[in-house]
């Protein structure tokens, strides 16, 4: 991959990003509540029909791996319509694809309570990922269009906290679903979701690509500008650097429910109250990078979240190997890697963006589908490791941080400054 030393030099071919009209605080305010709900949907729709698996797969009479296949069939629409819609944008505008989206959304949605067996169910949940992409990998191009300069970090830190948090919150909306009604009710509750979101979209969101800004040559000329940002050295490396990130938090999220109720024993409103506290953990981490992205350079932020987040992994592992099972310990070291991880995901998409500017719908394609590949990947892993240690769970967390580590160093090198704001 060819090195640029700033996004300036990003090998792509769309015009240079516009430095005129700012939404008013207002419609800022309404603009960034939308997209940041639009971020939090397919998280949502991920993982809040978790609790509801073994009802599940009673009711349309399949086994336990046909059950998570419908999850996996969720990740991969997700992954598809990522890499789809956001290339796509760059060269006929978001917001179209925005209505679209968040309409087949709810459409989608709802054909998946209603679906009959689990081949059905299965194949309504793959298009209701590819459809929910379209408000994920939108959102991040939309800021990106419509905002520039020390801004620009303050709103993606919100639509990073809402990522982190929307796949720790869903089990538990959805265990209040599943509380009253069946697991078709979460999938009803998320159709309805999808028209507030879709009413939110045709209000508060303008088209923010006007047509001088967009990509011409048709739809070959915006997948040959993502080609140019997957050759692009540093910004892959940013991009893998939140992939990896992703797959510890990923692993996390799979793991630490066997961890705290069966290895260590605690019931499952204690595992609730230990996994509300990392969740706060993730939200500082967050809050911190908005309060310091105007004074501190984005690479020195990412820098210390990976670090950090790598020191948490390894203290973990070296503590169960050194200490044995302990519930303190676990804790701790967990609420350290999952705070820094909440640095570590606004940091990557505001130097993602900013050095893909001059193609946002692209970049945020290869932010968000390289998230969700890398977590999705990584996630059951946990599982195939077994779950009677905790060793597992923190074994992949630290190989995912490495990772990150040397795509962050080897590749991104963020002494060089790349995608600072200007």
Not at 138 to 150: I, K, Q
Not at 194 to 212: D, F, H, K, M, N
Not at 339 to 348: D, E, H, N, V, Y
């Amino acid at each position: 991959m060819a090195a640029a030393p700033s996004h300036q030099n990003a090998p792509t071919s769309a015009p240079a990003p516009p430095t005129g009209h700012t939404p008013s605080p207002a419609s800022a305010r309404a603009l960034v509540l939308v997209l940041s709900a639009l971020t939090a949907v397919a998280p949502l729709a991920t993982d809040m029909y978790v609790p509801g698996f073994p009802a599940l797969g009673r009711t349309l009479h399949a086994g336990s791996s046909a059950v998570q296949l419908t999850m996996t069939a969720f990740l991969a629409g997700l992954v598809i319509g990522q890499l789809v819609f956001g290339p796509i944008s760059d060269g006929i505008g978001r917001r179209r694809l925005l209505i679209g989206g968040t309409a087949g959304f709810t459409v989608f949605s709802l054909a998946s309570a209603i679906a009959p067996n689990i081949a059905a169910l299965t194949a309504t949940r793959f298009l209701q990922g590819v459809a929910g992409a379209a408000g994920m990998v939108l959102a991040r191009a939309v800021l990106t269009d419509r905002f520039h300069g020390a801004e620009l970090p303050r709103y993606f830190a919100a639509l990073a906290q809402i990522m982190g948090i929307a796949p720790i919150a869903a089990p538990v909306l959805g265990g209040l679903v599943l509380s009253i009604s069946t697991w078709r009710a979460v999938f009803v509750v998320l159709a309805a979701l999808g028209i507030v979101l879709l009413l939110g979209v045709l209000r508060a969101v303008p088209e923010s690509l006007p047509p001088e800004r967009r990509h011409g040559g048709g739809i070959g000329s915006t997948f040959r500008a993502m080609g140019s940002l997957v050759r692009f050295r540093a910004f892959m490396g940013y991009v893998l650097t939140l992939g990896f990130a992703a797959a510890a938090l990923f692993s996390y999220i799979a793991g630490s429910s066997f961890v705290f109720e069966d290895i260590h024993g605690v019931s499952a409103s204690v595992y609730s109250l230990i996994f509300a506290t990392n969740a706060v953990g993730m939200l500082v981490g967050g809050f911190c990078f908005s309060r310091l992205a105007h004074r501190v350079r984005l690479n020195k932020l990412l820098t210390a979240g990976v670090v950090i987040a790598t020191i948490g992994t390894s203290a973990q592992v070296a503590l169960r190997l050194l200490v044995g099972e302990t519930l303190a310990w676990t804790w701790i070291t967990l609420f350290v890697s999952i705070g820094a991880i909440g640095l570590i995901f606004p940091s990557t998409m505001s130097i993602g963006q900013g050095l893909g500017r001059r193609a946002p719908g692209a970049a945020s394609a290869l932010l968000g589908g390289f998230q969700f590949l890398l977590g999705a990947l990584a996630s059951p892993l946990v599982g195939v490791f077994g779950t009677t240690s905790s060793l597992p769970m923190a074994a992949i967390m630290l190989i995912s941080m490495a990772c990150a580590c040397l795509a962050l160093f080897g590749l991104a090198r963020p002494w060089e400054g790349n995608g600072e704001p200007e």
